[in-house]
């Protein structure tokens, strides 16, 4: 199957504290798959990540959370770490921009700790997902059937575990934004 995503848009929803290579390696593959993809964060200017316990590089923020506009983009993908997704979960503008993709029915890919935003954006009921192990439960207790498999998707709901499962994570990710919307994904 084509890798070609050329006029597509994803956006990709992060602040501080992501996973490192949960962000810059998605961006990098995807950006080769031809997409226009933009890093936006409630933050201005940059934002960094974390890899191996400290912090890590950063990258730079193409477009604040409050210019950011869900119908520009074709898909949104959500990075890990553990501080970056605590920290987006309680900020209602995160919330309603990640609302905004499954009520059109847009490809939502989430890796590692990040499914755990989608919990606050209450999409998840009946969906399955899978994630890094120590939020299982509380994606169960959202409503979501949990499974232990590198990538799940769920009417263009991708999600994966760790880092260790990003080329899976990135291909089926590019395979769904091809496919463009799902009526199923339409759960918020």
């Not at 990540?49 to 890590?56: I, R, T, V």
């Amino acid at each position: 199957m084509s890798q070609d995503i050329t006029n597509k848009k994803v956006a990709i929803l992060s602040t501080h504290g992501f996973e490192h290579s949960e962000l810059t390696k998605p961006l990098e593959k995807l950006k080769e798959a031809g997409a226009e993809v933009h890093v936006v964060s409630p933050e201005s200017g940059f934002i960094r990540g974390w890899s191996n316990g400290d912090w890590a590089d950063s990258v730079d923020v193409d477009v604040t959370l409050d210019n950011a506009n869900a119908d520009d983009y074709d898909a949104l993908l959500l990075p890990g770490g553990v501080i970056n997704p605590d920290k987006l979960r309680t900020n209602e503008n995160a919330i309603e921009f990640i609302r905004a993709f499954f009520k059109e029915g847009k490809p939502v890919s989430a890796i590692c700790h990040g499914p755990q935003v989608l919990i606050d954006c209450d999409v998840l009921q009946g969906r399955e997902v899978t994630s890094y192990k120590s939020i299982k439960q509380d994606l169960k207790n959202a409503g979501a059937r949990w499974t232990d498999q590198e990538v799940v998707c769920d009417q263009a709901l991708v999600t994966s575990r760790t880092p260790a499962d990003l080329d899976a994570f990135i291909s089926k990710t590019i395979e769904e934004i091809r496919e463009g919307e799902h009526a199923g994904q339409m759960t918020a």
